[in-house]
């Protein structure tokens, strides 16, 4: 493949700014470090896991010939999404396909590009499905920005792998390689379940999904607002579900109403149907993977409720909810209902109004704001 260039590489449809990049430091030493045993290794033999924008997938297509296949694994569709269309500008000979983590992503797998998830937890799902599908030969480069990685990371790969090697820093971006790997036992549970008694429910999340079991102190807040909602029957839609406790209160709440539980992770995904699932609400609230609303019709939802992200990726970053309230105002029909959590030192009020409609405080209390905004 001739002319791919890091530089050229997009976030689309991320949000885009000055400061956000669609390749790192981590990117280009995991493909450095690895370039030899990709080689060695070709056709259908090498994994990428947890490619952002499609820096690792492209970048290692760039080292293949043009027959040869990878695949590839990314739990956020936004990130699919940007591979994709960085692909078709800038790569349209780079053969991959999408797979979910496990046995069709990884068997006979010979080298394994990742880039470090932040969850431990998530780190471990992944380093046990690739020493449970991989070849024995496998090569697992793991890497990621100095500052977000943990020598914890190095003992969870310690469980999988007999040799595990922190490389050298360059950057600020570091690579762990891990071989000889031991092959692990049972299955784990694909999702950890805890009861929450003080709010009758189950709540479900797989490896990586926002607060894992425990429910966020924004969303306990939201929750004691979802009882005096104006729509109590149409469609609604959790937008960012992370681990659906909001669509399974709002489907408990009101039975007439059909729930949505949306989020680009799919991990996320996973979750919010395991706890509708767990809660007996699996019939009433559908999970979709999806980037920000994106494959719902315009003005054919009566309802969004959204405790949105603060941060893009690692970055804190406005924009990554002024997107979500941008997909909102779409989605709402004339006169449909938006309620919002955020930290009050954020001041959304103002964006919701001059995006979505007339807003109201419905609350506040040291941390948080709940919002509500009527699509005009
Ligand atoms: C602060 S968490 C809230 C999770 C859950 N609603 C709760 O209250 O526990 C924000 C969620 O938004 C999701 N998210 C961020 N950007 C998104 C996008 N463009 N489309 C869909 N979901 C997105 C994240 O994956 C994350 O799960």
């Given amino acids: 493949m001739a002319g791919f260039s890091f530089g050229d590489l997009s976030r689309y449809p991320d949000i885009e700014a000055g400061n956000l990049f669609a390749v790192d ?20 033999a090498v994994v990428i896991i947890g490619d952002r ?22 739990d956020s569709i936004t990130g699919e999404l940007a591979l994709a269309n960085n692909a078709a500008v800038l790569a349209p000979d780079a053969g991959f396909t999408q797979y979910a983590l496990g046995r069709e992503l990884l068997t006979g797998a010979r080298v394994v590009l990742l880039q470090l998830p932040r969850s431990l937890e998530a780190l471990d799902q992944i380093a046990d499905a690739v020493a449970r599908w991989a070849a024995d030969d496998v090569v697992l480069f793991a890497g990621g920005l100095t500052k977000h990685m943990t020598p914890a990371m190095n003992e969870v790969l310690r469980k999988y792998f007999g040799t595990v090697r922190a490389g050298l820093g360059r950057q600020k971006a570091r690579v762990i390689t891990a071989r000889e790997v031991q092959r692990p ?6 999702t950890a379940r805890q009861f929450h008694q003080d709010l009758g429910l189950w709540v479900c ?17 939201l929750l004691g607002f979802l009882p005096r909602l104006e729509t ?51 019939g009433h609230v559908n999970a979709v993977r999806d980037d920000a609303m994106g494959s719902f019709p315009d003005a054919s939802v009566d309802l969004v409720v959204c405790n949105p992200p603060f941060h893009a990726g690692a970055a804190v970053h406005a924009g990554a909810a002024l997107k979500l309230f941008g997909a909102a105002a779409r989605v709402l029909r004339p006169g449909g209902e938006l309620l919002v959590v955020y930290n009050s030192h954020l001041d959304y009020r103002s964006r919701l109004r001059s995006t979505v409609g007339p807003t109201q405080q419905l609350g506040r209390n040291r941390k948080f704001t709940v919002t509500r905004s009527i699509r005009r």
């Fill in 185 to 190: 036992g049972t299955e784990p549970e694909p």
């Fill in 25 to 44: 430091a981590a990117d280009r030493l995991i493909l450095d470090e690895a370039a030899d045993e990709v080689v060695a290794s070709g056709n259908n």
């Fill in 232 to 282: 109590s029957s149409g469609a609604a839609v959790d937008l960012g579900c992370g681990t659906g406790i909001i669509a399974a209160r709002l489907a408990a709440l009101y039975p007439e109403l059909q729930v949505s539980a949306t989020d680009q992770s799919a991990a996320a995904v996973e979750s919010a149907a395991a706890t509708a699932a767990a809660n007996g609400l699996a």
């Fill in 205 to 221: 999340s797989a490896p990586g999904t926002f607060a894992g079991t425990k429910v966020d102190i924004g969303t306990r807040f």
């Fill in 53 to 74: 924008y499609g820096a690792l997938t492209l970048g290692a297509a760039d080292l293949l010939d043009d027959e040869d296949s990878l695949r590839v694994h990314q």
